[in-house]
């Protein structure tokens, strides 16, 4: 992996432990003097237990206790609220330290759940379809911060229906917030902490092609994009970020992207009536595919105020995957969740006050041709 950047720091200057890696948590615990088995114990309280206070953790000195307690954060989100569908689709909302807002989304199946989660505070990519680009850029999240969904989501609901999927398809665009991103995936799949499977692991994409070749090489994640259009020219107007990476671009990085035994690489394509869900996308999609282990999650657009965009119908969405399907791809449609607490995919972000924080970031946006 790429050099280790120093490790998150609160306003107060306490580290956010939720943004080490174990090896690093361990580095920590060794200079205040601490076992390694005290930083086992740490890293299971952290994870194995959702602790949100370490002053109680069994088996720690009383003096490694007293520096964590001065030097170290646990959570470094607070939640806010929590809005309930009426199918049990869950909406949180967390505020960071800076005040900004940013959702996660707990998707209930029969045994277990899923979780939607957000990698950065608004989008800069700028799609035309999606809410969370109207609110452009307002920040990257911190590595601890997109681990903290999931540890916060599981203290409050993990025990009735464990949370055995986590998809990076909430606010933001993961691949723009690589260095974050990728060791909180690490974090996730840790067999010693929270302990998803990799493939339960997924990180969506609208297509930046090298950072996707970066996830390939140093996480441990599935692989999901974004892909949306069949031909440049609605592609280019659909997704800027394809002016930069267009699609022969994108689809080489798919087809050298590693694969685990069995795995295959997620396409999501939200269906936008009369832009590309016609025949012909059918037939190209097709085409486009062809030699890539994949499977299609087709996505009816879901409408939001001000977008003049429209959604097929439930008929033309189940036509579509029977053609599809017809010329050997997978393909399942996937259900709109959540509409109603405005939880449904892409429908992230409630804008922000005017004069809400913005995060300083080095790097200007990548997604301008
Ligand atoms: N930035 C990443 C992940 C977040 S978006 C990405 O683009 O992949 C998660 C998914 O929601 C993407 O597949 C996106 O195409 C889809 N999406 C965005 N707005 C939508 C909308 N209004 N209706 C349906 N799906 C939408
Ligand atoms: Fe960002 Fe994804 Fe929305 Fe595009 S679809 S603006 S990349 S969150």
């Known amino acids: 992996m790429g050099g280790e950047r120093p490790p998150a720091r609160d306003a107060d200057g306490r580290i956010l432990l939720k943004g080490l890696s174990r090896e690093a948590l361990r580095a920590w615990v060794d200079a205040r003097g601490g076992s390694p088995q005290a930083a086992a114990r740490i890293w299971a309280g ?12 069994p088996g720690v000195d009383p003096e490694l206790r007293r520096r964590l307690a001065d030097e170290a954060r646990v959570d470094a989100l607070t939640l806010d609220e929590v809005r309930e569908a009426a199918d049990g689709t869950r909406k949180l909302v967390f505020r960071t330290d800076d005040g900004a807002l940013i959702e996660s989304v707990l998707i209930p199946g029969d045994r277990r759940a899923t979780l939607c989660i957000s990698s950065q505070i608004g989008c800069a990519m700028g799609c035309h379809f999606c809410l969370t680009a109207k609110l452009g850029l307002r920040g990257d999240l911190s590595t601890a911060e997109i681990v903290d969904q999931v540890v ?74 974004s892909l949306n259009a069949t031909t440049d020219a609605v592609r280019d107007w659909l997704m800027p970020v394809n002016r930069k990476y267009p699609l022969a671009a994108l689809l080489g990085a798919l087809r050298r992207f590693p694969l685990r035994a ?90 922000p006050a005017a004069d809400a924080p913005r995060r300083r970031r080095s790097l200007p946006i990548a997604a301008t041709p």
Request: with cysteine; glycine share 8%.
């Open 46 to 57: 952290l994870y194995r237990h959702r602790l949100a206070d370490l002053a109680e953790l």
């Open 152 to 225: 916060i989501a599981r203290r409050l609901f993990g025990d009735a229906r464990p949370i055995s999927n986590v998809v990076f398809m909430g606010m933001g665009e993961p691949l723009h917030n690589p260095d974050a991103v990728i060791p909180a995936t690490h974090t996730l799949c840790d067999p010693e902490g929270l302990d998803l499977s990799s493939r339960r692991v997924t990180v969506s994409t609208s297509g930046l092609v090298p950072a996707i070749e970066r996830l390939g090489a140093e996480s441990p994640a599935r692989l999901a994009v």
């Open 262 to 351: 069995r795995d295959r690489i997620v396409i999501e394509y939200v269906l936008l009536a009369g832009i590309n869900d016609q025949a012909d996308d059918i037939e190209r999609l097709a085409g486009l595919l062809r030699g890539i282990a994949c499977k299609v999650n087709l996505i009816a657009f879901n409408p939001h105020p001000g977008s003049e965009l429209r959604r097929p119908s439930d008929a033309h969405v189940l036509e579509f995957q029977a053609e599809l399907r017809r010329r050997g791809v997978a393909t399942a449609i996937r259900r709109t969740r959540g509409d109603e607490a405005m939880a449904a995919c892409g429908q992230l972000g409630r804008a």
